[in-house]
């Protein structure tokens, strides 16, 4: 097992800020009408995965640096529920700690409860998410792709692209479980980034999809991969068949008529629209089309979206004009990271989903001004609810997590939680995960 150095680090080293209200953000936000925003923290390094305790301190993964919390003031009302385990991803495994939301302290040695997991690839991404089923407790681990396009993805033996679940020891296993013996949920999703149970069908996972970069697939042209692939929500039914969810082979069209002239073959087709890039002579565009072979997905975002984490909204037994709408009960929140190479840029948002889904979503919060886009703008990754229905998002590249709700924001106060948190020597954290990695 990896050491853990576990250490309570003094104030001065630790720049992140817990903002007054008022704050403004690091580039200007629009948000959608009825709803506000606001800069809770920021100075932040690379703030990524997000989560509340028991006692709704927010808690979240600082790439490289570890996890911190953040405490509401008292009079924020908490409840108390004082015993829990961390789940972190590392590169290869899962660790687990034992913590206390009383004190956001972890305590111990970390355990190693999950090893074998493909440690390198393109996007070393672990997105984990706790399920309880019966008295059983099990943990759902993603995996992404080698390389951008990779052909290994197809065989669910590669451990890539895909989902596996494990059951949870009682205790920590004496030897951790093994990746490559676990349950294969699904596969041929390029990148789980993030994935959600639906709230009322406990056997149904969404799961959102980043298309690959296809600028170097032949006969494809510029013109063209500026607004394709789309990037995907993946529906995918637990306990039948395992389905081939279609990477590396195939991918979803966004605009079938980005290049009328020099992609003219596309223009026939439609949004959603199953395509093949062509690897395999056998894996062609009818093929793809089969979903048979190939299970499309159930909702097409926008190219280069790039979405990172989906929520589903519960809402509390009593909402007030801080939680969001109780008519949005039921309905999925998506966090868009934004283009890296679009013109003009795209996504910076995060996106309401109303379910059942429909073929429409619409901006929450957006980057006001695109053109400037990534440049100081909120680029959202992580996404949790708290108990009394508000929505925190973190955004890396700025160093800020906002709080996101309607009809009025909250002005309660947090305290920084200098006291601690989960933070590893460096050179041990370097290959934390960077997508949402941790559950509670
Ligand atoms: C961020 O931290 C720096 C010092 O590390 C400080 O000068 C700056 O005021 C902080 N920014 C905010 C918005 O708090
Ligand atoms: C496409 O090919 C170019 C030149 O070989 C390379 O620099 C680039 O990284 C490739 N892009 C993708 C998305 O694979
Ligand atoms: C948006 O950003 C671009 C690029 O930084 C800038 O040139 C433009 O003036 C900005 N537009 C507005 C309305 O601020």
Request: with cysteine; hydrophobic share 35%; aromatic share 6%.
């Given at each position: 097992m990896r050491a853990a150095l576990l250490a309570l680090l003094p104030l001065s080293v630790y720049a992140g800020t817990v903002q007054p209200p008022g704050i403004p953000f690091k580039a200007p936000v629009t948000v959608a009408t009825g709803f506000t925003a606001r800069v809770l923290f920021s100075n932040l390094t690379t703030p990524r995965g997000i989560t509340l305790d028991a006692n709704q301190n927010v808690l979240v993964v600082e790439r490289g640096l570890g996890v911190t919390a953040f405490s509401p003031a008292p009079?924020?009302?908490?409840?108390?529920?004082d015993?829990?385990?961390?789940?972190v991803s590392t590169a290869g495994q899962v660790l687990v700690y034992s913590y206390d939301a009383g004190s956001k302290t972890v305590s111990g040695e970390a355990c190693v409860v999950i090893s074998g997991i493909p440690p390198d690839g393109d996007l070393t991404t672990h997105t984990l998410?706790?399920?309880?089923?019966?008295?059983?407790?099990?943990?759902?681990?993603?995996?992404g792709p080698q390389?951008?396009?990779?052909?290994?993805?197809?065989?669910?033996?590669?451990?890539?692209?895909?989902?596996?679940?494990f059951v949870l020891p009682a205790g920590c296993p004496a030897t951790p479980l093994d990746w490559a013996t676990a349950e294969i949920l699904v596969y041929g999703i390029r990148n789980p980034g993030g994935f959600?149970?639906?709230?009322?069908?406990?056997?149904?996972?969404?799961?959102?999809?980043?298309?690959?970069?296809?600028?170097?697939?032949?006969?494809?042209?510029?013109?063209?991969?500026?607004?394709n692939p789309a990037d995907e929500i993946n529906r995918v039914h637990l306990g039948g068949h395992l389905k081939f969810f279609g990477f590396p082979d195939c991918t979803t069209l966004w605009n079938p008529t980005a290049d009328p002239t020099g992609d003219p073959q596309y223009t026939t087709l439609q949004r959603g629209d199953q395509i093949s890039l062509k690897l395999l002579p056998e894996r062609d565009d009818a093929w793809c089309s089969d979903p048979k072979n190939n299970v499309p997905p159930a909702l097409t975002l926008q190219a280069h979206s790039v979405p990172l984490d989906i929520k589903f909204y519960h809402p509390p037994k009593k909402t007030t004009d801080k939680s969001f709408p109780r008519s949005l009960h039921g309905d999925a929140v998506v966090s868009f990271h934004g283009s890296f190479n679009r013109s003009p840029p795209t996504g910076y948002g995060v996106v309401h989903v109303p379910f059942p889904l429909s073929d429409t979503y619409d901006f929450l919060i957006q980057a006001t001004n695109l053109t400037s886009c990534p440049g100081k703008c909120i680029r959202p990754v992580g996404l949790a609810f708290s108990n009394d229905g508000r929505l925190f998002v973190s955004s890396d590249?700025?160093?800020?997590?906002?709080?996101?709700?309607?009809?009025?924001?909250?002005?309660?106060?947090?305290?920084?939680?200098?006291?601690?948190?989960?933070?590893?020597?460096?050179?041990?954290?370097?290959?934390?995960?960077?997508?949402?990695?941790?559950?509670?």
């Open positions: 009079r924020w009302g908490i409840q108390v529920d015993e829990g385990h961390l789940y998410q706790l399920q309880k089923e019966g008295n059983a407790l099990k943990l759902l681990v993603a995996t390389t951008n396009i990779d052909p290994t993805a197809r065989n669910p033996s590669s451990g890539r692209s895909q989902i596996r679940r959600a149970f639906h709230p009322t069908l406990s056997n149904t996972l969404y799961v959102v999809e980043n298309g690959a970069s296809i600028d170097n697939v032949t006969d494809l042209t510029a013109a063209f991969v500026n607004d590249s700025s160093g800020e997590v906002c709080l996101n709700c309607c009809p009025k924001f909250a002005t309660d106060t947090f305290v920084n939680s200098y006291q601690l948190s989960l933070r590893r020597n460096r050179r041990d954290i370097e290959r934390i995960d960077n997508r949402v990695p941790v559950s509670l």
